[in-house]
């Protein structure tokens, strides 16, 4: 989350906003963190986890701003993100909500950014993998990950709406726990109306993407958010009902068996390249790592020779330092050198950490210095 809120801070430095954190019963001491280093974020203390839905409607209640961003603690935006976003939704008269250009932490596209609706039809080809231009519309494959344009469904980890959209149509559906309440409240907004954006011309990091349903747990809430939305949206009859349940258990048959296949993840134990200029981060990652180079830059012509550098000396899994980059310079850098697969991770300004995640489908790691 301290990522998270760093790079939010230095996104809204010329925006007039708020910034409400809503805690579901953390047990890492978030809520600590927050009231100490972030003093005029609202933090908002739950008791016990109420769930994803349930708690964007206990912060928007608590907003004054005309527009309300919805964002995943797990996300880091750039600076120009919210500037970018806010002059575009007010050149749209018929503006609902709107999504943006997320990647993982390689760098790489993460297609639930720009949905379609995902009727039985659509689902089906998703299910069974065949995608082209006329059928694959549950990732609304009318537009390029690099083109702007409307879209019907946009992604819970980032989404950008007018307020009065937002209790127009009574916010999330909280009978949503986890998962499918993002599919139900643009559908509400479309049935309202106003159009969905899908907006390409900025990107934000998503360390945990759509895919990572890594337990039983998880599984059973996306089973039950997937039963919640059609018999909201397609209920017809019963033998109609009857054959949409069956398709929603053979998909959680499916991913049951795939639960078993999961990406390592950590820091790697390959060559690593520290992308910083502060000498004493460098040797607590040297401590860690026996195999570590330093990168030193001083301009955009040290940037330009960074890709010459890590193939000439075979590095693995790059850590940029947000006390000389940017994280507006690190999105720009891992997008850039996403075609050489390499890994990443990020250290926070003033921390004592580096994270980050090798996949769209594992959660990530933080490794604490000593």
């Known amino acids: 989350m301290e990522l998270c809120l760093q790079s939010v801070q230095e996104a809204l430095e010329e925006i007039d906003s708020e910034i409400i954190v809503v805690d579901n019963n953390s047990i890492d001491d978030s809520c600590k963190m927050v009231s100490e280093k972030f003093p005029k974020v609202i933090c908002i203390r739950n008791n016990k986890n109420i769930g994803f839905a349930k708690a964007n409607n206990q912060g928007v ?3 004054k701003g005309q527009y309300v961003l919805i964002l995943n603690p797990d996300t880091v935006v750039a600076k120009d993100t919210f500037k970018k976003i806010l002059k575009f939704a007010k050149s749209r008269q018929n503006f ?22 995902p009727t039985p039809k659509v689902s089906f080809y998703k299910l069974i993998g065949f995608t082209s231009k006329s059928t694959g519309k549950y990732y609304a494959n009318h537009l390029k990950e690099n083109e702007t344009g409307i879209v019907d469904i946009l992604v819970g980890a980032f989404m950008f709406m007018r307020r009065k959209v937002y209790n127009e149509v009574k916010g999330f559906d909280e009978r949503y726990f986890m998962y499918g309440e993002d599919i139900d409240l643009s559908y509400k907004i479309l049935n309202k109306g106003y159009q969905n954006y899908y907006f390409a011309d900025t990107q934000v990091i998503h360390y945990k993407g759509e895919s990572t349903i890594n337990d039983m747990k998880q599984l059973r809430y996306f089973h039950k958010a997937m039963e ?12 109609y009902d009857l054959i949409m349940r069956l398709g929603i258990k053979v998909w959680y048959l499916l991913k049951f068996f795939r639960l078993k ?14 992308f910083g200029n502060e000498e004493e981060t460098f040797n607590k990652i040297q401590s860690l790592k026996l195999d570590v180079k330093q990168y030193e830059f001083t301009g955009k012509k040290s940037l330009d020779n960074l890709e010459e550098f890590i ?36 250290h926070p300004k003033n921390t004592n950490y580096i994270l980050g995640s090798n996949s769209s489908v594992t959660k990530g790691e933080v490794c604490i210095f000593k």
């Open 61 to 63: 209640t608590k907003a």
């Open 96 to 117: 609902g909500a709107l999504g943006v250009k997320l990647i993982d932490g390689k760098g790489t596209f993460l297609p639930e950014s720009k949905r379609g609706i």
């Open 228 to 239: 919640i939305f059609y018999d909201n949206h397609f209920k017809l009859n019963k033998i």
């Open 261 to 274: 296949r999961k990406e390592k993840e950590g820091i790697s134990s390959e060559k690593l390249l520290y």
């Open 311 to 346: 193939k000439k000396n075979n590095i693995k899994e790059l850590i940029f330092d947000n006390n000389n980059l940017t994280y507006q310079n690190i999105i720009t850098e891992i997008v850039k050198l996403k075609k050489m697969d390499l890994t990443f991770k990020i």
